[in-house]
């Protein structure tokens, strides 16, 4: 009988880099109706505070679910089909950033790569205003994830 590779569970550093190599992530929040709501996120993650943080607007669904329940997970997928991390943890919202340059306006703008920051920073600050942006803290108590190593033929 041939041995197939089995699943590699990744240690928290492994994941841990995983969270940091990607933008996109899964996040999953929970439903009134407990089943879980999934949308497609940006992210950054601070590996040092084990924090991953999101932009989204205050009227979100998300948001809804994440005050009525903070748990969450964030499921980010490796370099191939077989490799993943999930975060689980606990979400805090901000409040609304209502003043252009405000803290949540400056923690918004933090979450933007240095390459990718627009050149009038202050348009951009009284964009975030006007779409009533909040930042999602999502405090991980928790990472899992596994690799396959499979050779190529």
């Known amino acids: 009988m041939t041995q197939r590779p089995t699943p590699r569970t990744l240690s928290d550093e492994a994941l841990s880099d995983l969270l940091g190599t990607q933008q996109f992530g899964t996040l999953a929040t929970v439903k ?3 089943h879980p709501h999934l949308t497609t996120m940006v992210y950054s993650w601070d590996a040092e505070a084990r924090t991953l943080r999101f932009s989204t607007t205050a009227d979100r669904v998300k948001v809804g679910h994440l005050r009525r329940n903070p748990r969450a997970a964030l499921h980010v997928q490796g370099g191939d089909v077989w490799s993943f991390a999930v975060a689980e943890g606990e979400a805090e919202i901000s409040e609304s950033t209502t003043v252009p340059g405000d803290a949540v306006g400056r923690e918004l703008l933090e979450m933007i ?39 190529s033929q």
């Open 32 to 34: 009134r109706s407990g």
């Open 113 to 151: 790569p240095q390459a990718a920051r627009p050149d009038d920073e202050g348009e951009l600050l009284e964009q975030l205003v006007a779409e009533r942006r909040v930042v999602i803290r999502l405090k991980v108590d928790r990472l899992y994830g596994t690799a396959l190593d499979i050779e």
